[in-house]
Structure formats: C-alpha cells, structure tokens
C-alpha cells in the first residue's frame, strides 16, 4: 500500500535491463558515445521537431537549469503558487538563475487561469530598471493537484506570455501521464501549443534517474551546456542516463507505463468514492486527494500504508477541512498493482463504514 | 508641486555644509576616518545599545546585504507583498542573497497582520532540504503605503518570528518619520521591539545618499564588512558618508526634518480631504494616497504637478477604484514648502468644484 | 586500447548487481530507505570515525558542494592550479560557493609543495573588507598527474591549513587508487591527517554515478543538505546511489578495483619504458603520462587507440616537450585488461622501433 | 605628508561647488534628471563616439558590473595576477559575474605582456562544457604599478582579445592620470585601440564617489542598468553623481587634476632618487613604488608620514628586496602640495643620509 509517491517505485525491469545492456565495454564519457546520439536523434523524432536535448539526473536540476537559461537573473518567472519547483525544490531555480524571482500565482486546481496571468501581466509595475522583468511562464504538466491544462488552456496562456515576450516552460515530471490521458502526440502537447522548453521527466514513469531538459529551438541552448556542467550535472558516463531515456522510449514503453500508473489512480479514486470518499480534484494523472478523518488516517498506517498528507490553497471553492480531517496525497505508479489499491480501500471502507455506524447508531 | 517622491528633494542645507566640513584635508579611507569612528558611537548613544554599523549609498545595498547577512541562500525571508524590498528593488535581496526567497504576504496598508504571519508559519511546509527555510521577517516602517505598525503590533510579529527562530529586519528608508509620528526613542522602535536588523535611512531624510545597516548584536555583524565590499558598497572617501548621517543625526536634524515633512503630509491629506479626496489609507508619515479622475490627473499635470500613480491590493475592503480613475500617491519631504501643497490643492479644488458643478448642472 | 579514462569503463557487475537488488519493491525516496541509513553507518565503520555523508551522482558536484559548504563567498580556496576542480568543472566551485575565488597554486607533479602554500600565507594580503579570506586547501589524491601525497606531505599542508584557520578538503575522485598504493586504511589516509571534508569517489572506481560528501564532523555539515536539495542532487530514487556506494565498499571490492586499475597502469609505464617511453611522473595511480611523437600518436589512433592529449606546466624541471611531440595521458581501469595494454604497446614497440631504425639508417 | 592613496584626499573645490549648485531644487531621481541627461551627451562627446554610460558610487562597482555584463557566469577573464579587481575587491566580479573566473597572468610592472595573454589563449583547454570560455580581457590604466600600456601595447593585446571573441574592459580608476601622460585624447586611448567597456574613474581623480561605466556599443548595454539597480547602485539622487562627473568633465577640469597629481609624483620620484632612492617602476601616472629601510620606514611614520606597504611578484628581473626592507607605495593626488613632497623627503634625506654616514664612519 505505497500511496507515498511515484519515486517509492523502483526502475521498471526494461529499464534496468537496457543499464545492463548499456554495460557492455567502453565508452567515451560525457554524452560522446553512441547511445546518447542514437537518443537525442530518437527524441526529435517522438517530438516530431528538431531540439537540443540535456540530459540530467533529477527533475529539481531540469527545472532549474530550464528556467536559469531562459530567464535572466533579473528576470521573473510567473508559475503557479503550488508548483514544485516554486515549494519543493528549496530555491534551486533562484540559486541556478543568479537570484531570478518567482512570481506565484493562485489557482484551483493548481492550475493558472488565463485571467490570473493577463492581470498579473497587465499590472504595474513589470520591467526594469526597479522591476523585474518578466521573463517565462512555468506550467506543471500534469499539475501538483494531478490535474491537466487542456490543449486550448496551456495554449492560450502560452500566447499571453509570448505577446509579452516571455518564453513558456513545462515542468513534465509527469509528462507522460498527461499525454495518455489527453490522448496527444508529444508535440502536440508540447510545442504545438506554444512551450518553447520541456523538462521531459522519466524518473517518476519507471527510470532509475533520468531527465531530459528539451529545447525546441536548438539556437536558444548555446551556453546550456556550460550551465549543466558547472551544475554538476553531466555525468561521466552518460550513456547510461541515455540508455534509461531509451528504454523508456521503446515499444511506447513510456505510454504503457503511465497509463497503467493512470488506471490505477482511476480504480483508486472510483474505490474511495464508492466508500464515501471521494477526490478533491478531478483525477487526470496518477495523483488522488482525498480527505481522510484523524482516525482513518491512523488505521490506514497502523495497516501499513504510506502516504503524505498535502496543505493546499488550491481546493474549489466550497471545499474545506473539517477539523478532525486530513487531507492526504495518494500517488500510484508503473508499480502499483490493483491488489494494492484494494488492500487499501478494504481498509478505509471497514472503518468508515464502522464510524459512520456508530455515528448512525449512538 | 513636487510629489513624485521624497528623493525629488535634494540636500538638507545642514547636511551639505558637513560635507564641505569634512572636506579639511586628507583621510584615510574606507572608513577608517575619524568622523566614521565618531560617528559609530554616536549611533550606538542614539539607540542605546551596542551596534555595528555599516554605511552605504543606497537603501537597496542596505536591504540587501541586510537580509543576505540574516538569511542563508536556501533561506525565506517574510514580508509584505507590496514592500519596497519585493517590489522595486529589481531582485536585489535574491541577488545579495544567492537566491533566497522572498514570500510576499498580503495585508491591509501595506502591513502585515500578525495573524497572517503566524498561519503563514504554521503551514506546512518549511525546511530542509526540500523546502526553503523560514529565516527572517523583514518589515517595513513607515511602509510604502505611509502607514505604521503600532509599537505592539511590531513587537507580537517580531514575538511569532523569533518563536521560529527567524530574525526581524525593518526596512527603516522612512524610519525617522516613523519615530516623530510615535514619538518614540529610537531604541523603543527597534531593538526594544525585537528587530534584529535595521536599515537606517537617511537619504530621503535629506542626505545626498547615506544609509546604514545596524546589527545590534555585533557578533552577528562577521563577514558583513566583506559583503559590503564585494557588492561594491564600501566607500573609498567614506568620511562624507559619515559627514552626512553624523550631521543627520546632531541637533536631532533628522528628527526635525521628518516632523516637517510629516506635517506636509498632514496638511496635504486635510486639504484634499476638504476638497473631496479622502485618503486611502491613514496618513501617518509623510505618503498621502488618493483616487483622481483622469481628467483631474490630467489637469494636474498641465499645471505642473509631479507625482506617481500607484497600483496596489493593500487598499481597504469596500475601496475600489473606478474605470475612470487613477490611484496616485504624494508625498512630501523636509523641502516640501505650505504653498506647494496649497497651490496643488488650489488645482484639486478648482478642478473638481468645476466637474462636480457640471455633475450637478447638466 | 581504452585509455581515454576511468569512466570511459562501464559498471564493476558486483556493482551493477546491486543496483538489481535494490530494485525489489517500494523505499521511500530522497534517502529515507533502508539502504541508505545502512551504507551510512558503514562509511563510519569503515572510516573509524562519525562522519555525515551526502551522496550525489557526479564528482563535480561532490567538490563543489563541499567547497562551498567550508568557504564563504568571500572566501578563498587554495588549490593545485591543474586540479580537477581548478580546471575542469567550468567554474563549479565558484558558482555553488556564490562567487568564490580558487587561489592556483603550482607545482611539479600537480602537488602542491608545502613551502609554496606557506609562502602564499604568509604573503600579504588576506582577509576582508578588501581581500578574500583564506577559507580553504583542496588537494587532489590521487593528483591529475597521477602521483600521491605522502602521508607527510598531506598532514604537513592540512597543518599549515589548520593553523591559518583553514579547513582542508579532499577532492578523492580516485582517493581508492592512493589508498591501496599507499597501503593506508581509510582513516589514516584522511581524518588522521588532517582531512576535513572529502569528495570520496566511486564513479571512476567502478559505480554508475555515485559519489559522497564525507564530513567528519557532522556538527559542520548543518545546511549541507539544503545545498544539495536546491543544487538539484537529492536523488528521489535515492536508494540506488546509497546501493551503489554499499557494493563498492563491501568485501573491499573498491580495494580490489583499485588494485587492478593500479596494477594495469604499472604494466603499462613499464612496458612502455622498455620501449623507450618513460612516464613523465612517477606512477603511484592508475594514470601514465608519456611523451609520442605525432607519428606515433596518429599511428595509435589508426590502430584504434583511444585516450587525450595533455597541457600542464607540472613538469620536472628540464622535462620538455619537442614540437614534434605530444603529451598524452594514458589512463586505466578496473575494466582494463593485460591485453589491452599489451595491444597498445605492441603498436608502440613496433612504431617506436621502425622509426628509430628510419633515424638510425637515414 | 600623505601619500597612502590618492582616496585619503577630498574633493576638489569645483566639484564641491557642483554639488551645491546642483542642489537647486526638485528632480526626478534615478538618473531622470536634467544634468544626467546633459552629462550622458558631453560623455559622448569628450569620447566621440555613442556610448551608454552607467553612473555608480565605486570603482568596485563598476568593475564588477561591467565584467559581469560582458562575460557569462561560466566565463573567464584575463587580467594581470596583481590588478586591482583580481586582489582588492574582495571577489566582487566573482560575486556579480555568478561566479565567473578571474584568470591571473603575471607580468612585469602590473602590465601583461602580448606574449602571455598569446600564450595564455594558445593553452588548452578552453571552452565549454568542460572549461570555461575566455570571454573578457580586462587591462588597467594607468597599472597599480603606476606604470602605462602604450597605446601600441594595448592596441595589440586588444586585437588578440578580440581574434578569440573577448571583449575588452579597462579599469580607468586612474584614466585621466594615462591620459595626460600620453598626452592622448580619450577616443584615442579607449574605443579606437579596441576597448569595448571602460571604468570611468573620477572619484581617485577628485569626486566624492563617482564612476561610470562607458559601454562603446549602446547594444551592447541592454540589461547593465538592471545589473546596476539590483546590484543597489542606482543611486535615488542620481544629479549629484551627475554632477560630479560634469564638473570633473568642465574646462578639463579632470586633465589638470591629473596633471598635477602626475606632476607631483614625478617631483617625488626625482627628489628621492637624488636622496639615493630610485622608484622600482617607470613613474608614468601618480604613484611611486621604492624601497626603504625598515628604519627609514619607521622614522618616516613617526614624521607622520602615511603610506601602504606593497607585496608584488611583478618586479623587474634582478630587482629584490632585501630583508632588511620593505617596498613602499606612494601616491600623489589633485591634493597634493610641493611642499608635502619636499617635508617627506627631507625626512629620507636626512635620515638616509645619517645611516650612510653612520655606515661610511663606523
């Protein structure tokens, strides 16, 4: 019953057998041998446009080293107030962009509203010399609430920040959940809508440790590499980091994986209504919220089960926290089995349904 | 009709003969001049109470460094949403700060309330590694919307942040302002109030450009002398730094200067108020702010008139602005003379008598 | 003929099957799994000493966590001028130490000589507001120039370090390759002397990516851990670094690779001295350094030989390069095999010999 | 008797006076004011040629600012081991560049020969990912040595800068001292032998605290004024610095300051060598490098003389300083008077004269 997050799965067995096969003999180091090209040539094409691509062990450096490159360090970056790297990443896109600022904006569902952006934009007092400049918008593919921008969302905000010049960023951690559930092509998920750079994130669909910051415009990545080096980022041997991008790649393996990761974060959520509780947000990726009694929390992990309670200001209006309730994270994965979704709600559902006995029965 | 700011004024005729004082002769530099060293205890005799002191040309520097000083990269410091230090400073504080964040809190006048700090501190969630740390409070006094925070209601946020082991910076550009309007000492409006830090202005005072960073606890001052060089703050003739706060500060010039500029203030809003245009918010130092037609905007502009419009979420509830109106702010300073203000007025009354007559006459 | 360097070897399987094992079911991630609280009393069995350990993926990283940890920004570091870290991390160190400065330091055989650290202490000036402040001493051992400090020689430089109030880094990037030459257990080889922080190694050694920050004294590391979050090198799939290390350290496999990797370098300056190609520097790691004429060197190549040329100014006196000449740097691995080595120097012999015969019959 | 630095010295009288005509009333501030718009156009005069000029307090600023304006954080600069921004600025270009790197050549007389900056871009490595870019020449005129390039000197080690895609900036803390010694106009030893940013001192020459940065390319300047307000050095009462430059700008009011300063220099350098005392240098601006006796030194202080000892590497061959010594820098200003130079030297002659005396009659 791990609910805690899609990273508590392991590698997926292709994965782990392509590291293997990448194994075999020499190789020069630092992106010059023979996976990595054969990778960055098989990612333009999944993308159907030429890119530059950087390859990197962690999502916080993709996103860090992203928004560091397209933003000056007088330059803001408008994302959502709840995003990751604007709340979990500890600074590190205002450490790799010299001192860049975050500007955070509300929004249910953690998603920004096209009006929220146009205002933020249409107030004073944006650039210099006393202000900072505004410089990209970062969105969350699928988002921290495990919801999606639809198509004409994710594209009508792009065509506000680019009327102000600003380039668009997406953070696609889990990219690949987004993509199955809409049913898109990558690159109409991607730059067909208007995002000029993707953190493209395989770690949480099933990889050991690999990241691909894409850039579609390959003239816009002059000095990325310097950035990725000087981070730390450029692994030695790098055609390992290739080889788990590969594999992910192959067979649709990637798509496969999501969308078992998806379906199980359906059967978990139509679980848990069925047992009186239902998702605080619509459930698009493999994310669900629910609010759960101080009880059944306790019960819950007295069973064993792992998961993080979440704080939010991105509920719906109406929505709210009774005081003896906590509201809870649930992420499925590649890993997760349904036997494990059941053990689950068997549990929430023999408690609820004792509470709301004796509740019913005083 | 000078109202665009108080830095539209120039020298304080007082301030410009120590200048020319201090300019007997040779001095060595970087502070290791007399009238530094004089200068130093005499800080330390103003505000009761050891402190080091480090002096230099901007309000931006001041603030920066400060907060760089109290606040690790990986650290937040709290502030208000609309404060200088946030908002007009172009990252200056991140820059300083090698990228720390800085978390903007709403609140009425430019002030945050004590209880929005505290739920801002209780939610999750703060701390390493993966979120930033909470580090310090920065405050503003008087605040950009020229209100102040009553002695208690600075001590109880300075209570909550020192709770959390966070220390409390005051941006003090308007600092002596502040002091004549409470008539306080200066020790019982800083350190007796649990601020930590002080950016001590005096430039809007009426000094050419002097201000100082004070540590009240000069052991936590190390390594503040390099970052002020680095960032290219430590004057080489520093002795004419010293020359301007140490004649700010005799005779209680500064004290008398901010009561003029206050009193400016003062006359300014009644006058207004008398004419139909109430302030916005309580005019406590010397910032009057208040709504005018376009077209009394435009009328004063002809005659002459300089002032900022000003955009804000501060104002009170129920207070909105109107399609046909601007939200400006004036503000005085020690070389705001009666007949300026009365002559801007003369233009508000004539003008607005004129359309209300038309209002009332169709 | 792989001599290009270590990483240009793949995983040691020992190593490769333990990221296999680590994969079985769910760990939470970041460093809260069972592995890696294992691996961390392990390093502290095996350095005898308690120690904070932060894992990351590169050596780059590793070096320039640990330096900007121990240095302010305003701080020096001194160091070898042809050291890793001086030379290629693209300025690593000076970005995640907020704009460090290194102080390069020379001397023959990449050490640095102790009279030449003392004569650079003792020379004026140091320390603020103007100067930056001696913070640091980062050796290299094994040195980029394939040679070791004796024991002597490193606790003579981390006193002369000590005693200036210094704290002495390691960057150990091949630390594994001197401690078996050296015949040192890990503790006399590091904390024993002198070692405060060290970049311990085992990505060259044999491991996908995985290195260590080691902090002896773990009160020093507070903050250490936000470094590396907001750096972007928390792994979420933190077990499979902390495996990694596990591995490479159980049953002394790093000991044993390291071995081979030496003993592979051994044969190969042998047998090419007795083809008329002496290492330029003493052999103590597993890198050779020797002197081919441009024939040669292009003969080598066409054979299929893989490895860089070199540019240092470390040289023995009287050592010189002819204009027909190119320095080259052989370096081997645990991967390395005899034949391999017998392979190169066949080309060598068989090269070196017709053109010796070619000069000596014109 | 002061010759610590030409700083110890105040303001010359004309540029005092400015300041108070300049007091005059209200002005925009940050540089929005009549005589900043009127100094903007008298630069490009004096220059002939466009320019962007970007007014600071320190000469610390404007050599941080401007090298991190034209060098990326992973760039290198050259400059000579013992200039200004390389040993006296506390790492500030480190700091504003985002940690780019100083690159240090040695030279004779603080000046860097063609052939080291040639054999410097000749070296490997350069270049990214692994190395950093040399991507700016920095040049100091007049040296710290005192000493000039000629304009041949510069003109060619501008030209090998420029073959490599560097740019070229010259720290003009003592600019006008050169010129007036070349007896050059300022096109003709600036833009016209390739340099592409200058520091442009005023504050040595005699300003309270005025610098600018002159950008030869207006292109080039886009994003320096948010460099300089978040670095805290926009200054809000933006004439006064403006109107330090202008006065030092009328009736060459800057050459004749420098002129006499030269003149002074020259008159110590001759009157010490006739008392036995040959300055180590060239004397080519205002400052005078010899050696006394420790002796002598300490009679000096005690006649109230003040100056800086000086540690250098940068001797001419053959020249050393004998332990019984200490190299001295003196350095004249506007300030000084004949007759401080005739008093101290009275103080060697005398003195030197009764040791040799006392060495002669034993």
């Known amino acids: 019953m791990h609910f805690a997050s899609d990273n508590a799965a392991g590698i997926a067995p292709a994965i782990l057998a392509a590291i293997g096969r990448a194994n075999d003999g020499f190789a020069l180091g630092y992106g010059e041998d023979a996976i990595t090209k054969r990778l960055e040539r098989r990612l333009a094409e999944i993308f159907e446009h030429e890119l530059a ?48 600022k975050l500007i955070a904006l509300a929004g249910e569902a953690c998603k920004i509203p096209a009006a929220t952006l146009e205002a933020a934009l249409k107030r004073l007092p944006w650039g210099g010399p006393h202000h900072v400049t505004a410089a990209a918008l970062s969105l969350t593919q699928a988002t921290e609430a495990g919801t999606l921008y639809a198509p004409d969302e994710m594209r009508r905000l792009a065509e506000l920040a680019h009327a102000k010049n600003m380039l668009v960023h997406v953070d696609g951690a889990r990219f690949a959940n987004a993509l199955v559930r809409q049913n898109l092509a990558p690159a109409a998920a991607s730059w067909k809508l208007g995002v000029d750079v993707l953190s493209f ?40 980091l290739a080889a788990q991008l590969e594999a992910y790649l192959t067979d649709d393996l990637w798509l496969t994986l999501a969308r078992h990761a998806n379906a199980m974060a359906d059967l978990l959520a139509a679980r848990l209504a069925a047992a009186g509780c239902s998702a605080l947000w619509p459930v698009e990726a493999n994310e669900v919220f629910v609010k759960f009694s101080h009880d059944l929390d306790r019960r819950l992990r007295q069973a064993g089960a792992s998961y993080h309670p979440w704080a939010t200001d991105s509920l719906r209006a109406g929505v709210a926290l009774g005081s003896d309730e906590v509201l809870v994270r649930l992420v499925t994965s590649f890993a997760t089995r349904a036997e494990d979704v059941e053990e689950f709600v068997d549990v929430v559902r023999r408690h609820s349904g004792s509470r709301k006995a004796a509740v019913r029965n005083p």
Do not use: M, Q
Request: glycine share 14%.
């Open 53 to 100: 691509a950087f390859l990197v062990p962690t999502g916080t450096a993709a996103n860090a080293l992203a928004l560091a490159h397209i933003a000056p360090p007088w330059g803001a970056v408008l994302c959502h107030e709840e995003c990751h790297l604007a709340t979990d990443e500890c600074g590190a896109p205002e450490f790799f962009g010299g001192g860049l």
């Open 201 to 240: 994130g395989a770690t949480k669909g099933g990889a050991l440790a690999a990241e691909a910051v894409l850039v579609f415009d390959p003239a816009r990545a002059a000095g990325l590499a310097e950035r990725r080096k000087r981070g730390g980022h450029l692994l030695s041997k790098h055609r390992f």
